[in-house]
């Protein structure tokens, strides 16, 4: 089955500092990715839905200019955590359908981010 | 959104079957029912999913009632792999996001 690989699996970072995520198909086109994070021992929720070549549509209560979201290519999106600050701290998990909802998403691994 | 509902927690013993039950009282006509299921520390896994009959794939059975206002995941033979949190979702419209419940954690016991 497609693959979604999410790189880096885990990342520690300073306060302050940038971290970017990386979310790629790796044997399907997809034009629309999606962005979740997860804190421990809850659900995901959805961040923000990526198109390619467009800008990204975020959910209520994320802050656009905290977490760029560049889809440049139909195989890569990217999720930038800017001015990082420990409770940004999560689980975070980026998906990817390939036509609709008769089927499967897909999922990354996920990466652990820690802010200290 | 059309909601799902299931219960927080279920138990099992290793190689017995195991029914994971959801509530979607609201369901649309055009809605699908997808499973998934996130074991510790991973992106969550596509597990089955159906829209009015019952699927059956290498991983488990999908058992969809007949008003589709509930259905149930089906695991024939639980292994101690299958211990994870397992997400029933209503899918209606192309392209839009899964959105998550709280899920039912599936403990398995050997």
């Known amino acids: 089955g497609a693959v979604v690989s999410q790189h880096p699996s885990w990342v520690i970072c300073k306060s302050g500092t940038s971290v970017k995520i990386e979310c790629r198909s790796l044997?399907?086109?997809?034009?629309?990715m999606f962005w979740y994070r997860q804190f421990p021992k809850q659900s995901l929720m959805l961040m923000a839905t990526?198109?390619?070549?467009?800008?990204?549509?975020?959910e209520q209560g994320v802050e656009k200019d905290k977490f760029l979201i560049n889809h440049a290519s139909l195989t890569l999106s990217t999720l930038t955590v800017t001015s990082a600050h420990p409770e940004d701290s999560s689980f975070y998990i980026c998906?990817?359908?390939?036509?609709?909802?008769?089927?499967?998403?897909?999922f990354g691994q996920g990466t652990r981010l820690t802010v200290v | 959104d059309a909601k799902t509902t299931q219960p927080n927690s279920m138990e099992s013993n290793e190689e017995e079957p195991v029914h994971l039950p959801c509530n979607h009282s609201?369901?649309?006509?055009?809605?699908?029912i997808h499973w998934y299921r996130q074991l510790p520390s991973q992106g969550p896994e596509y597990v089955i999913h159906?829209?009015?009959s019952n699927v059956n794939n290498r991983m488990a059975s999908l058992a969809i009632a007949e008003d589709r206002k509930s259905s149930t995941l089906i695991l024939h033979r639980a292994t101690l792999r299958d211990a994870a949190v397992y997400y029933c979702?209503?899918?209606?419209?192309?392209?839009?996001?899964?959105?998550f419940g709280k899920g039912t954690t599936l403990s398995v016991s050997s």
């Open positions: 979702i209503l899918v209606y419209q192309a392209g839009t996001a899964l959105i």
């Open positions: 044997d399907f086109q997809a034009t629309t």
């Open positions: 990526s198109n390619e070549g467009s800008k990204a549509t975020y």
């Open positions: 159906g829209l009015t």
């Open positions: 609201t369901i649309s006509g055009t809605d699908y």
């Open positions: 998906s990817a359908s390939v036509r609709g909802p008769n089927t499967e998403a897909f």
